[in-house]
């Protein structure tokens, strides 16, 4: 048996403005770093034997916490990269909406519809996302759990992959940033086992 955490990043500027990131290459904001600590905190007393990153800098951030209190440098695999979201990169959501009224209300609403030239679509992320958590439930490395460290999209791939369906639960889905979503993987099938799970960070908050 194997578990996987798969950890959002840290909340970013664009986050807070609502500005489409896609694989711009953002670091977490300040205030975020206890959010990172807590997740570090709260996973730290697993038997870890691997921490896996998306190689954009917010999700490398997030992991550090963690990868120093467990001794494990991260492993980048681009496959837990950010959705290539194509010409809608960096624009503001309002923006996006204002330029393109029809596929924006196709994202809001039948996400796993759009095909948008030069966007990835939600069958393409989540292939590679499969791709890569497949390979991660076979790997025999040192302890039961691998920890993975990326991005909303991918984390609601993650989600289609443990229950054996496909991008059109996207909107059916909610990942906060921080959170802590959990994959229990035996005799070879994939189980949600938690998701979008923050007490950790309810628990940190409490205390400030």
């Given at each position: 048996m194997r578990l996987i955490h798969l950890v959002r990043h840290g909340r970013t500027t664009s986050n807070t403005k609502k500005r489409v990131m896609g694989w711009i290459d953002e670091t977490i904001e300040t205030t975020s770093q206890p959010d990172t600590e807590a997740v570090a905190q709260a996973l730290?007393?697993?038997?870890?034997?691997?921490?896996?990153?998306?190689?954009?800098?917010r999700?490398?951030?997030?992991?550090?916490?963690?990868?120093?209190?467990?001794?494990?440098?991260?492993?980048?695999?681009?496959?837990f990269g950010e959705m290539h979201v194509g010409p809608w990169e960096g624009s503001s959501e309002d923006e996006v909406a204002a330029q393109w009224p029809a596929e924006w209300?196709?994202?809001?609403?039948?996400?796993?519809r759009?095909?948008?030239?030069?966007?990835?679509t939600l069958?393409?992320?989540?292939?590679?996302?499969?791709?890569?958590?497949?390979e991660l439930a076979s790997e025999s490395v040192l302890g039961?759990?691998?920890?993975?460290?990326?991005?909303?999209?991918?984390?609601?791939?993650?989600?289609?992959?443990?229950l054996g369906t496909g991008p059109e639960i996207y909107?059916?889905?909610?990942?906060?940033?921080?959170?802590?979503?959990?994959?229990?993987?035996?005799?070879g099938l994939p189980h949600l086992s938690r998701m979008n799970d923050i007490g950790h960070l309810v628990r940190t908050r409490?205390?400030?």
């Amino acid at each position: 048996m194997r578990l996987i955490h798969l950890v959002r990043h840290g909340r970013t500027t664009s986050n807070t403005k609502k500005r489409v990131m896609g694989w711009i290459d953002e670091t977490i904001e300040t205030t975020s770093q206890p959010d990172t600590e807590a997740v570090a905190q709260a996973l730290a007393c697993e038997d870890i034997g691997l921490i896996v990153s998306s190689p954009l800098r917010r999700a490398v951030a997030t992991a550090a916490p963690l990868a120093a209190l467990v001794g494990l440098e991260p492993r980048i695999d681009d496959r837990f990269g950010e959705m290539h979201v194509g010409p809608w990169e960096g624009s503001s959501e309002d923006e996006v909406a204002a330029q393109w009224p029809a596929e924006w209300l196709c994202w809001r609403t039948e996400p796993h519809r759009l095909d948008l030239h030069g966007r990835e679509t939600l069958a393409e992320l989540n292939a590679r996302v499969a791709e890569a958590l497949d390979e991660l439930a076979s790997e025999s490395v040192l302890g039961d759990t691998a920890v993975v460290f990326t991005h909303d999209a991918v984390v609601r791939a993650a989600v289609a992959w443990a229950l054996g369906t496909g991008p059109e639960i996207y909107r059916h889905v909610d990942i906060a940033n921080c959170s802590i979503t959990t994959v229990r993987v035996g005799n070879g099938l994939p189980h949600l086992s938690r998701m979008n799970d923050i007490g950790h960070l309810v628990r940190t908050r409490g205390q400030e």
